[in-house]
């Protein structure tokens, strides 16, 4: 699962509205939706990315196709944020749909993000895949 939405689910953006999601975007601890906070997210994103690095052979490639959110959790980490207590950098990391992102994890160290976002064989990505609606 991506990310339990909680009383957003099945509901639009203009349902939700944009204060109510910019505020769940900005804070690591909103749940005033009955969902899931983006700190949340980013914790249980991040354990499982450990759990399945550790059962990866060393030196091996390991591919993990994810949601959005998944994938910015992730790349915030790797790219030094505070996934904790500071969740507001996550929303500009710019994920289109269907696109990929790699990201190098030494055996000590932080890790290196090689890309993100990109689309093979497209030039350029829609707004559509840009705001992450499909």
Do not use: C
Not at 40 to 64: H, I
Not at 78 to 101: H, M, Q, R, V, W
Not at 106 to 125: D, H, I, N, Q, W
């Amino acid at each position: 699962r991506e990310v339990d939405r909680g009383d957003w689910v099945g509901l639009s953006m203009e349902e939700i509205g944009a204060e109510p999601w910019a505020e769940w975007n900005a804070s690591p601890d909103y749940r005033e939706h009955n969902g899931e906070a983006l700190a949340d997210v980013a914790a249980r994103v991040l354990a499982a990315k450990e759990e399945l690095l550790e059962q990866s052979p060393w030196g091996s490639t390991t591919a993990l196709t994810s949601h959005m959110w998944v994938t910015r959790s992730i790349l915030a980490d790797a790219l030094g944020y505070d996934t904790k207590a500071d969740t507001s950098k996550f929303e500009s990391l710019d994920i289109p749909t269907a696109s990929i992102s790699v990201v190098e994890y030494p055996r000590e160290g932080a890790p290196t993000v090689v890309y993100m976002g990109v689309k093979p064989g497209v030039l350029e990505a829609s707004e559509t895949d840009k705001a992450g609606i499909s």
